[in-house]
């Protein structure tokens, strides 16, 4: 499955960002699509994930980002609000067979997108 992430930039603490992840044709319906974040001298970590009819978020953006998809378009979407610092990294969109669940590790995403930079300002 092709990714291709975009939407990246800088903002101010407390600002609003909208990632957009383009995939190729209806992998929606044998992968789960998500959000990774590798930060500097971080390991790449999960974010974010849509299924069928759900969604996981890691602990440190619940409440504050939300995942969606339009499956007509092929698009996944992070719409993140009141963003932190702490919230800079690179952003990465990821797809992942279903049978592997839904909150998962890098070490068994299937396929990459590549990264966009998300820079929070103090």
């Known amino acids: 499955v092709q990714l291709q992430a975009s939407g990246g930039g800088l903002v101010q603490a407390g600002g609003s960002l909208r990632l957009s992840c383009a995939t190729s044709?209806?992998?929606?319906?044998?992968?789960?699509i998500g959000w990774f974040r590798q930060a500097p001298g971080n390991e790449r970590e999960f974010v974010a994930a849509?299924?069928?009819?759900?969604?996981r978020y890691a602990d440190s953006v619940e409440g504050r980002f939300t995942i969606s998809r339009e499956n007509d378009e092929n698009m996944v979407y992070l719409q993140m609000n009141g963003l932190k610092p702490d919230d800079t990294a690179v952003y990465y969109c990821?797809?992942?067979?279903?049978?592997?669940?839904?909150?998962?590790?890098?070490?068994?995403?299937?396929?990459w997108g590549q990264g966009t930079l998300v820079t929070v300002s103090s």
């Open positions: 990821a797809a992942w067979r279903r049978t592997r669940g839904m909150v998962v590790t890098g070490n068994v995403v299937d396929s």
């Open positions: 044709g209806r992998a929606y319906t044998k992968y789960h």
């Open positions: 849509i299924g069928w009819s759900s969604s």
